[in-house]
């Protein structure tokens, strides 16, 4: 039996208690799919750079990324700044370090869940670039100043081609349940160098993939869209910060951040993690949303089965998936999505709702 090494990162805030919801819920799929998995937990947070100034180094991602997988709550708490100002949050140097060029984040309207807009059947899966783009310039060598300050907006032809690469094949793989099969870009080439050469490289991998359909739009036409027209909208896939901010508007659509999960990917490396932040207004109080943690798992899960060739992880994956959507939509449903049901009450409708 293959064994799985998954490092569990859980860090601030409801990151620890959505990352025991969705461990209990991997645990039951042990049993149940026959599947062997081993957990290391690495306590790097917000909190612990506040007590000790210890923060995640090259050194230990080196030694978390000899792991399988990463699982990993949140991390980040609005008032833990660096000298420069700036929060800490591990996932961001981690994109960085294992070079995960995408994060997958799926967003499905589920039943029993209201949407914000007028919309019967969204499903999109929104790719935003987490390796560049407005982000390119994080580790610029620059002079602090109180009266001007920079970012980069920087975009590569060779980050576009895996990036968009991978857009495609998630269409397709997706079409495989049923979705139309369609890749748009959300981009800004009107009036920024950087998008003229991200929209070019799209032409190009779209007419290598004649059998997807694709389109373009204007990032801030496509953000309107996405708000009257949700229903047109297959993968999306867009820049760093564009992507940051579209992926939350798109979980707004569907119930919001506490069921929309994430997979930060490259071709060899997955963090796992919901799309939420540490939420310090709710933290500590059982009230989290762990549904965006469990998908997140699940992803994982989809993930390690695909690229081992291992069904009985594809199994588990769409086990945790049926049993969300049967949890969600015979409740208990959690405070964010209008209920008054506990983390724990619905990690264990999920738990019950998994196949025997
Ligand atoms: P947030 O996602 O933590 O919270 C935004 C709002 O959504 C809050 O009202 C919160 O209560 C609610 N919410 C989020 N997840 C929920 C869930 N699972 N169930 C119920 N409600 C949920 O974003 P924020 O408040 O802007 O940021 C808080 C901290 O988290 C900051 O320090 C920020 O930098 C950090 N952050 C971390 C990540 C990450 O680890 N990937 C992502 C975003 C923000
Ligand atoms: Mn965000």
């Known amino acids: 039996m293959t064994r799985y090494d ?15 919801a969705a461990l ?32 995640i180094t090259e050194a230990d991602m ?58 019967e ?14 982000f390119a ?23 576009c081609e895996r990036l968009f690469a991978m857009a495609f094949g998630q269409a397709r793989e997706r079409r495989k349940r049923g979705t139309p099969g369609h890749v748009t870009l959300l981009h800004k080439s009107n009036a920024l160098r950087s998008n003229v050469l991200m929209e070019k490289v ?17 990032i801030d036409a496509g953000s309107m869209l996405m708000v009257t027209n949700p229903e047109r909208f297959d993968v999306v896939v867009t820049e760093n910060i564009f992507g940051d901010i579209v992926s939350e508007i798109a979980a707004g659509l569907v119930g919001g951040l506490g069921v929309a999960p994430s997979a930060d990917v ?21 009230l989290a949303n762990p549904i965006a943690m469990i998908l997140s798992a699940a992803m994982m899960l989809e993930w390690l089965g695909e690229r081992r060739g291992d069904d009985r992880c594809i199994a588990a994956a769409r086990g945790i998936q049926d049993a969300v959507e049967s949890a969600l939509e015979s409740g208990p449903r959690s405070r964010d999505l209008g209920g008054s049901a506990s983390t724990q009450d619905v990690v264990e409708a999920v738990v019950d709702a998994l196949p025997a």
């Open 202 to 218: 799209f032409d190009e991998v779209a007419a290598k993939n004649p059998d997807v359909g694709s389109a373009k739009l204007y």
């Open 24 to 55: 209990t819920v991997l645990k039951k799929c042990e049993a149940r799919y026959g599947l062997e998995m081993e957990y290391t937990f690495h306590d790097f947070s917000a909190d612990l750079y506040r007590r000790t100034g210890r923060r």
């Open 6 to 20: 998954i490092a569990v990162i859980p860090g601030d805030g409801i990151g620890t208690e959505v990352v025991d």
């Open 266 to 286: 490259s071709l060899e490396r997955g963090v796992f993690q919901p799309s939420h932040g540490s939420a310090p207004d709710i933290a500590g109080k059982g």
């Open 62 to 119: 080196d030694e978390i990324g000899k792991s399988d997988a990463v699982l990993f709550g949140a991390m980040g708490l609005p008032d833990v700044r660096d000298p420069e100002g700036l929060e800490l949050g591990a996932q961001v140097e981690m994109r960085a370090h294992y070079g995960l060029f995408s994060s997958l984040r799926p967003v499905r309207l589920f039943r029993g869940v209201d949407s914000a807009v007028k919309a």
């Open 137 to 159: 310039g994080l580790a610029d060598v620059h002079e602090p100043s109180d009266e001007q300050a920079s970012d980069r907006m920087t975009i590569t032809r060779a980050n």
């Open 121 to 134: 059947h969204i499903d999109m899966l929104v790719i935003r670039e987490t390796t560049e783009g407005m």
